[in-house]
């Protein structure tokens, strides 16, 4: 199974990701219906019809819990409500994503590793960027975790390759206020299962900010980064046969390659996107308080773990 850009897992490996969940694709069917239902009866979130394929990798990415799916469902659409410059005017054909676009690269590499984790590779794409706006850029990285999860992929855990090379003194320096309150979002919002998180080219003057993102991950998740001194060291990691030519791997394309795929798939859904903008909490009807950390949306605060290079 594949999309244009997606190779999907075979049914043989959809059924061992369920099995390894204490799941069968019957039961998954049943405990989707029952958290649309559960979503019905609660005021504040919207109609889950045709929602049903986000609702199913949620239970998948949650480990086959209904409460921690109905959890994750509700900070999803309530972080979409409050950080409208993250999740807001999702529009893929409007200028200032494309620029972004232009500017940078997040997106899902093609093939699967053999246990069904899916790698993204994230880059500058043009150092020398004039009026770079991280809004935008977290913008078109939550655009494709979004489209991935409703509507593209399946998968079990997720695997970030963060290339540094290009990332200027400048663009850290535009990077570091907004740092935490989104490492917040795209930990709270998206209930993905990180495998590991792999670090290349990364110039000292950056070792700031992986510091600062340290201080806001979870202890479990920060353990697993992986800071390689070159892409040979990070090929111990991940096949070459799922990394692009550039990156030393054998998958017949390159990173410049994918993304222009890549933009086409995120252009093919604007009508989608377009949809989804109106689709969020109303806080007004809410029962219960929100279940995110309001004070995580604020500036950079806090003390922060340290990472040395290996």
């Excluded at 080219?201 to 993102?213: D, E, I, L, R």
């Excluded at 990070?234 to 394309?253: A, N, Q, R, S």
């Excluded at 933009?263 to 809410?286: A, G, I, P």
Aim: charged share 30%.
């Amino acid at each position: 199974m594949a999309t244009k850009t997606l190779i999907l897992p075979t049914p043989e490996k959809l059924k061992e990701i369920y099995q390894d969940l204490g799941m069968t694709e019957e039961k998954a069917d049943a405990d989707v219906q029952t958290i649309v239902e559960w979503m019905r009866k609660q005021p504040h979130l919207p109609n889950p019809d045709g929602d049903e394929r986000r609702i199913r990798l949620f239970l998948i990415l949650c480990k086959n819990s209904l409460e921690r799916t109905k959890e994750s469902l509700d900070q999803y659409y309530t972080l979409k409500s409050m950080v409208p410059e993250f999740f807001g005017d999702r529009d893929p054909t409007a200028p200032p994503l494309l620029r972004s676009m232009k500017t940078s690269l997040f997106i899902p590499l093609p093939k699967l590793t053999p246990e069904g984790y899916r790698v993204s590779l994230s880059r500058i794409r043009s150092p020398e960027i004039d009026n770079f706006e991280f809004s935008d850029y977290v913008k078109v990285n939550f655009m494709s975790i979004d489209i991935r999860l409703s509507k593209l992929d399946m998968f079990k855990k997720e695997i970030f390759v963060f290339d540094l090379k290009d990332i200027t003194m400048t663009l850290l320096t535009s990077m570091l206020p907004h740092m935490k309150k989104f490492v917040y979002c795209a930990t709270t919002a998206y209930p993905l299962r990180i495998q590991e998180i792999h670090i290349v080219n990364m110039p000292s003057y950056a070792q700031t900010m992986v510091n600062m993102v340290l201080g806001v991950l979870k202890k479990k998740i920060a353990n697993r980064i992986k800071i390689h001194s070159s892409l040979e060291d990070m090929k111990k990691h991940i096949g070459v046969d799922i990394l692009p030519l550039d990156y030393g791997g054998t998958f017949p394309k390159t990173s410049e390659e994918l993304i222009v795929d890549w933009q086409e798939e995120l252009m093919k859904h604007r009508d989608w996107y377009l949809s989804q903008n109106s689709v969020n909490c109303d806080e007004n009807k809410r029962t219960k308080k929100p279940c995110v950390k309001v004070n995580m949306l604020a500036g950079v605060e806090g003390s922060f773990r340290k990472l040395e290079v290996d």
